[in-house]
């Protein structure tokens, strides 16, 4: 049986660059994946979806995540916000639009990024403008944005106010009972989902709110620890 020596070869090579590119996405831990920046654009009718362009960075090309978005306007969610599995294209860039369209256009959008275990690596609340077009946020293709507000994982505050105007309570909390994400800079209530997702390596435990903010750390936009 004769063998095909250039198919032999071009296999060696596909080979090769497989490996080459595994070694490179390895050499950059998932762990320190971040939400740089993105785009989210709705057009202008009812049946239209939202679609969101996440930057993470070129170097994780070809990783495996989970991302999840959940839409909401005036502290109303429009959307299940469920777990999607994608894997970052060429550009740094993770794909997702909505499963459906939305009645209203979203004030505000909450992104959370897993590994493919579902641990949760960042998370970014970006505030929209409500109509229709492309909203970018953040350092979007290596280009700082401030098209849409943000708060990102390095602000701090005391306290925060919805769209409607009311302003936001806290818990009281007691000894022990915040939790916060070493990874992300966020810290949440001991009922927030997102406690049960991290990885314990990355949970840091406070005795009070004013001691996470003054670690560094800002309140989980969803418990509103």
Same mark, same amino acid.
Do not use: W
């Given at each position: 049986?004769?063998?095909?020596?250039?198919?032999?070869?071009?296999?060696?090579?596909?080979?090769?660059?497989?490996?080459?590119?595994?070694?490179?996405?390895?050499?950059?831990?998932?762990?320190?994946?971040?939400?740089?920046?993105?785009?989210?654009?709705?057009?202008?009718?009812?049946?239209?979806?939202?679609?969101?362009?996440?930057?993470?960075?070129?170097?994780?090309?070809?990783?495996?995540?989970?991302?999840?978005?959940?839409?909401?306007?005036?502290?109303?969610?429009?959307?299940?916000?469920?777990?999607?599995?994608?894997?970052?294209?060429?550009?740094?860039?993770?794909?997702?639009?909505?499963?459906?369209?939305?009645?209203?256009?979203?004030?505000?959008?909450?992104?959370?990024?897993?590994?493919?275990?579902?641990?949760?690596?960042?998370?970014?609340?970006?505030?929209?403008?409500?109509?229709?077009?492309?909203?970018?946020?953040?350092?979007?293709?290596?280009? &700082?944005?401030? !098209?849409? @507000? =943000?708060?990102?994982? /390095?602000?701090? $505050?005391?306290?925060?106010?919805? *769209?409607?105007? +009311?302003?936001?309570?806290?818990? &009281?909390?007691? !000894?022990? @009972? =915040?939790?916060?994400? /070493?990874?992300? $800079?966020?810290?949440?209530?001991? *009922?927030?989902? +997102?406690?049960?997702?991290?990885?314990?390596?990355?949970?840091?435990?406070?005795?009070?709110?004013?001691?996470?903010?003054?670690?560094?750390?800002?309140?989980?936009?969803?418990?509103?620890?």
């Amino acid at each position: 049986m004769k063998i095909n020596l250039k198919r032999v070869i071009l296999g060696i090579i596909l080979i090769l660059i497989c490996i080459s590119s595994a070694s490179i996405i390895s050499a950059y831990s998932i762990d320190s994946m971040e939400i740089q920046g993105g785009c989210i654009s709705t057009g202008s009718g009812l049946e239209d979806k939202t679609y969101a362009t996440i930057y993470v960075g070129e170097e994780y090309t070809g990783a495996d995540v989970l991302i999840q978005i959940y839409y909401s306007r005036d502290g109303s969610q429009l959307n299940p916000g469920n777990k999607v599995p994608k894997t970052v294209d060429s550009l740094g860039c993770i794909e997702v639009p909505s499963a459906n369209a939305f009645k209203y256009y979203p004030d505000l959008a909450e992104i959370n990024l897993y590994d493919s275990d579902g641990y949760l690596i960042d998370s970014r609340d970006v505030s929209l403008s409500i109509h229709s077009g492309e909203q970018t946020f953040g350092d979007f293709y290596g280009s &700082s944005s401030s !098209s849409s @507000s =943000y708060s990102s994982s /390095s602000s701090s $505050g005391s306290s925060s106010s919805s *769209g409607d105007g +009311s302003t936001t309570t806290y818990h &009281s909390g007691t !000894s022990n @009972s =915040y939790v916060g994400n /070493s990874n992300t $800079g966020k810290f949440h209530a001991p *009922g927030c989902d +997102s406690v049960d997702k991290m990885k314990p390596s990355n949970k840091v435990y406070f005795s009070s709110r004013d001691e996470a903010i003054s670690r560094g750390y800002s309140p989980c936009g969803r418990c509103s620890p």
